[in-house]
């Protein structure tokens, strides 16, 4: 029993992070902060794993070695094992004692926020779309019904996340950051990320939030600086300087009775 429990930790234990069977189902983590979140993964389906085999082994011994015999008469009634019952009541207790702890240290590592970065976003979640503030340069996105949001973001530079809701709940989730954080009506969230990897990825809200949730996605460009600020550039040349307040898009009309769409700021 001690033997197979070794082998299972020993295979998981030994599977590079850089593979799907490794991450357990994880994606590649693409920020400085992804491997803390994915070795607490990896440690919590160890343990998980660990205290599988274990149960199993004793059911199976208990199984075995108490099974009933040819000839033999009802097993001796026992009221209750003092042993025992101390046994798991502590031991569960050390466990879930183990797991709080772990899991403190790593959201402090994951919620550390430095207010004397420089590069930062405001995120607003409104139904069912988003919107993106980059508060340092003085410009803005967002996305419509028929084409997701896009966020750009520097590579290698640490950028402040500002969440906030001008409705209900939503959730910014970017699955490759390996963290999400919920966006709540009248409470400014914050954090911060670093990502290391250039690429696109995708993010989407993690929060059922009505009708169009579904429908609630965006695109993670990380690029280069110089790719970050030609872009910034260009978001100003079409008059998107400033900032939203809700990014929705609205109905508009005139006196002639022609209708459009604009963004409300």
Known sequence: MAAGAGAVLLVISGCSQDTE????????????TGPTS?????????????????????????VVAYRRRKNEGAPIQT??????EIAYTIVPTIMIAALFAFSMRDQ?????????????????GFKWNWGFNYLTDDAYETGTPN??????LPVGEATTFKLTSPDVIHSFWVPSFLFKMDVIPGRENVFQITPNKI??????????CGAYHSQM????????????????ADLKAHGQSGTLQTGRIVTTGNAGGNTGQ????
């Open 147 to 152: 084409a997701p949001a896009e966020l750009w």
């Open 262 to 265: 604009q963004i409300e700021k």
């Open 217 to 232: 996605l965006f695109w993670v460009h990380v690029v280069s600086k110089a790719d970050y600020q030609a872009h910034i």
């Open 21 to 32: 069977l490794g991450r357990l189902g994880y994606p590649a983590p693409i920020t400085e």
């Open 108 to 124: 402090a590592e994951l919620t550390k926020v430095n207010l004397n970065n420089p590069n930062t976003v405001g995120v607003i």
């Open 79 to 84: 009221r209750y094992n003092l042993p025992i």
């Open 38 to 62: 994915l070795q607490f993964w990896q440690g919590s389906w160890i343990a998980a794993f660990g205290v599988g085999v274990l149960t199993w082994g004793l059911i199976i011994w208990a």
């Open 199 to 208: 690429g696109v990825y995708t993010g989407k809200c993690a929060e059922l």
